[in-house]
């Protein structure tokens, strides 16, 4: 993955493709990079799609981090 250049506060999305997610399955991101000021999130959005999004937290600093490895997991939510 190779994030563009974010500004303080912005954010970037990236749709992954996770054969077998459906909405409502714990999606979790990681970033094989220096992170310290670049907060990661992730949801599984709709069935077989987990959205990453990027967003710097920095208040003064842009970041381009350059090519990264991006680690996406889903966990299957239990349905009684």
């Known amino acids: ?5 974010l500004a303080p506060g912005a954010t970037s999305l990236l749709d992954v493709t996770i054969t077998g997610c459906r909405q409502g399955d714990l999606a979790d991101a990681s970033l094989a990079s220096s992170t310290r000021f670049m907060e990661l999130d992730a949801a599984a959005w709709t069935n077989n799609t987990v959205r990453v999004m990027a967003r710097n937290i920095s208040p003064s600093a842009s970041f381009d981090l350059g090519p990264a490895t991006l680690s996406v997991a889903v966990t299957k939510r239990r349905v009684p």
């Open 1 to 5: 993955m190779n994030l563009p250049n």
